[in-house]
């Protein structure tokens, strides 16, 4: 009998540990992306997680759903001409994904709306901080995962 109380407390904490890390990511966090053809983008994305996500599957599941705000800030002179008239434009890119272990955020781009074709669909592999506050990783960045992103959460 002790056993089975022992394995449904732990079985509880478990989910409660899962939900207090999706929970945590919801809100605003601001940041900066980067890849070695010298593009600089900052980035306001949202994420939404936990019980007052509408669109994610089961509460306790880690399921993360958001939106990125991409504004090209600099074209370097690796990343072609197409790009020289466009810094300062922006594009909103869809994400959903999960947390993956403890601390680890997946996030896949899924649509977009980008009217200027400045950044297109991306892939996110990010480390978040023990205090929750700094989000940051790599990027597929068309195939390489050569890019960078990291993020600050904004506090209300």
């Known amino acids: 009998m002790k056993k089975r109380v022992f394995l449904v407390c732990l079985v509880l ?6 939900f207090a890390q999706s929970g945590s990511l919801t ?5 900066i992306w980067t890849n070695p053809a010298g593009l600089v983008f900052s980035a306001e994305m949202t ?14 599941d880690g399921s993360v759903r958001g939106r990125i ?4 800030r600099k074209a370097g002179s ?5 790009f020289a008239g466009k810094v300062g434009t922006s594009e909103t890119e869809l994400v959903k994904g999960e947390m ?11 649509d977009r709306d980008d ?3 400045i950044k297109g669909i991306d892939q996110y592999r990010l480390a978040i901080s023990d205090n929750g506050k700094v989000i940051g990783g ?14 600050m959460k904004v506090e209300p």
Request: proline share 5%; hydrophobic share 35%.
């Open 13 to 18: 904490l478990c989910g409660l540990n899962c």
């Open 27 to 31: 809100g605003t966090w601001r940041g």
């Open 47 to 60: 994420l939404d997680a936990g019980p007052g996500c509408k669109t994610c599957a089961v509460i306790t």
């Open 69 to 72: 705000v991409w504004t090209l």
């Open 78 to 82: 690796n990343s072609g001409p197409e």
């Open 100 to 110: 993956k272990g403890d601390g680890l955020l997946v996030l896949n781009g899924y």
């Open 115 to 117: 009217l200027n074709s």
């Open 138 to 151: 790599i990027t597929l960045n068309h195939g390489p995962w050569t890019g960078q992103f990291i993020a």
